[in-house]
């Protein structure tokens, strides 16, 4: 797949969940210990300026009619690696991207109460984001000093910045290596501030991170071009 | 890429079934799901016939995690690029069926399932998901929901059951599977584990078997002992 002008092959995303004090405070969630990791798969991403497809079977069951955005900052793993220490970190990320982790909330929110894997809530097609481009490491002094945004038709909803993340990049990554192999081209997207809410059909969703950019994403009910 | 037998597939992903078998149900205390419980594995978890299962140390040496099970499970791999599959039409989407042992952190699952975390963390260690011994195509497997199912330790028998007693049957679940995501050619399902789980120690041997298929057998080795085979 191609993210502005770079090529990756990723083999997996992983997720950070509840990075941010406040989003797991609106989450009602308790404030993690040690970063708490879920999968995507890899037919849920799509890149910028695809519309994000609403499935019907959510929209059309009050149970599941609930889809959320959630901007984060993700980075792509440079090169196969495990067991990494926090002081080499950099040294295997090849850059940073937006992410939106487009959310089925309520089904989420539904399994999770009944301790249920969270996966089918966070993996249709498009609810992975990814663009405009892959910013390389060295156009990026601090990843932990980007403020970070997104807006629903123009209208702010997510505003924070990410030196407010709990877990920071070398941690996430030597905690991550510690127990599975990380390949070139893995995207790990490291949580949302809050401010998480619905989206709906015909909505623009753009996000933006300071030096990387934004992206541009409409909302399209399935079977609706 | 991986060869499992003599047929190379490229899976982007691997969905699991999890409670899938009453008497699996049973002995985990979950609720009987009214719809398949999936979750993925990662593909970094991937080895295949006579590869070692490496056991973390990081879970070997902490109490609190020190136990890593085995479970059986026939697994199916997908065909060709599909979404919205019906029941009836299933069969021509898959490619095959192979062996799967979904290796599991336990503690560590129990605990996360208890906090209401993902089950990530606990399926998807490097190397716990061995494949194969080969992928036997559709039409050499008349019924797949009509055979032996059994895993050894060191000659033992833990699990014997058969795949009639799958509660989601194939076609069901990849109707389910496909009304939430696109599946690409090489994807890999497996459709849970029977009765019988239970720990596996470095030194062991794991003999995993589904009648016509084959034996699937790995050797769990200490992590950092890989040198020592």
């Known amino acids: ?225 | 890429m991986i060869k499992v037998g003599d047929t190379m597939i490229n899976p982007t992903k691997i969905i699991c079934l999890g409670t899938n078998y009453m008497d699996h149900i049973e002995e985990t205390g979950f609720e009987i799901p009214g719809e398949p419980l999936i979750f993925p594995k990662t593909l970094n978890c991937l080895i295949t016939n006579n590869q070692p299962i490496i056991y973390p140390k990081y879970l070997y040496n902490n109490r609190r995690y020190n136990r890593v099970d085995y479970e059986v499970e026939l697994a199916f791999i997908v065909k060709d690029k599909c979404k919205n599959i019906s029941a009836e039409k299933v069969y021509d989407h898959i490619l095959g069926y192979t062996v799967f042992n979904d290796v599991t952190a336990r503690k560590m699952q129990t605990k996360d399932i208890i906090s209401q975390k993902p089950w990530f963390r606990s399926k998807s260690f490097d190397t716990f998901g061995p494949i194969g011994p080969v992928i036997k195509k559709v039409d050499e497997i008349r019924d797949p929901h009509n055979l032996d199912i059994e895993l050894k330790v060191n000659g033992d028998i833990k699990q014997s059951s058969n795949t009639k007693h799958l509660l989601f049957k194939i076609p069901e679940t990849f109707e389910y599977i496909t009304k939430f995501f696109t599946m690409e050619p090489g994807d890999i399902i497996a459709t849970g584990t029977p009765g019988g789980i239970g720990p596996i120690d470095p030194g062991d041997l794991i003999e995993a078997t589904i009648e016509n298929i084959g034996t699937l057998t790995n050797k769990v080795i200490l992590e950092g002992e890989e040198n020592n085979l």
């Open chain 1, 1 to 225: 797949m191609k993210i502005g002008n770079t090529d990756i092959e990723p083999t997996k995303i992983i997720c950070i969940g509840r990075n941010y004090l406040e989003h797991a405070k609106e989450l009602n969630s308790p404030v993690p210990t040690e970063p708490v990791f879920f999968v995507k798969t890899l037919n849920s991403i799509i890149t910028n300026g695809n519309p994000i497809i609403y499935p019907r079977i959510l929209y059309e069951n009050e149970e599941f009619n609930r889809v959320d955005h959630e901007v984060e900052l993700a980075f792509i793993i440079q090169q196969t690696c495990k067991n990494i220490t926090s002081a080499n970190a950099y040294d295997f990320i090849q850059g940073f991207s937006i992410f939106l982790d487009i959310t089925a909330r309520k089904m989420q929110i539904l399994d999770r109460n009944k301790n249920l894997p969270w996966y089918r809530s966070k993996n249709f097609d498009t609810f992975s984001v990814i663009g405009p481009r892959v910013a390389p490491l060295d156009e990026i002094k601090d990843p932990h000093n980007l403020n970070i945004e997104l807006k629903i038709d123009g209208v702010e909803k997510q505003s924070s910045n990410t030196k407010h993340m709990i877990f920071r990049i070398p941690q996430v990554i030597e905690y991550l290596s510690s127990y599975i192999t990380l390949e070139k081209g893995d995207i790990i997207a490291t949580g949302t501030p809050s401010g998480v809410g619905p989206i709906q059909p015909g909505e623009i969703i753009e996000a933006s991170i300071e030096n990387i950019g934004t992206i541009t994403h409409q909302v399209v009910l399935e079977g609706k071009t």
